[in-house]
Structure formats: structure tokens, C-alpha cells
């Protein structure tokens, strides 16, 4: 199924998405990872957000 995901984002308007992935602090100090697929002009808000 990954294939199937990363093929799809690789072709037509695919390519406006990037993955990104934010390290997230929680309230008991132990960190986690956050991974979105967002929009191109959305990246810098989603690293802004908390």
C-alpha cells in the first residue's frame, strides 16, 4: 500500500504535497512524532502551530 501512496504523490498534482514531520513535546516531557501529509503553502504554518 506504501508504494501505491508514494507513487500517487510523486505524479500530476501530487507534487503540491510534502510530508513533514514535527517533533512534539509533551506535558510529561517525553517527546513524540507528529507526521502530515499538508499542501505546499501550508508547511510554515504547520511547523508555526503548536
Same mark, same amino acid.
Request: hydrophobic content about 35%; proline content about 2%.
Given at each position: 500500500?506504501?508504494? !501505491?501512496?508514494?507513487? +500517487?504523490? !510523486? +505524479?500530476? @498534482?501530487?507534487?503540491?504535497y +510534502? &510530508?513533514?514531520? !514535527?517533533?512534539?513535546?509533551?506535558? $510529561?516531557?517525553?517527546? @513524540? *512524532? &507528529?507526521?502530515?501529509?499538508?499542501? !505546499?503553502?501550508?508547511?510554515? $504554518? *504547520? *511547523?508555526? @502551530?503548536k
Open positions: 500500500m506504501a508504494k !501505491k501512496v508514494v507513487a +500517487t504523490l !510523486k +505524479t500530476g @498534482s501530487g507534487k503540491e +510534502t &510530508r513533514v514531520i !514535527k517533533m512534539v513535546k509533551s506535558p $510529561d516531557g517525553q517527546y @513524540s *512524532f &507528529r507526521e502530515e501529509i499538508v499542501h !505546499k503553502e501550508h508547511v510554515k $504554518d *504547520f *511547523f508555526a @502551530s
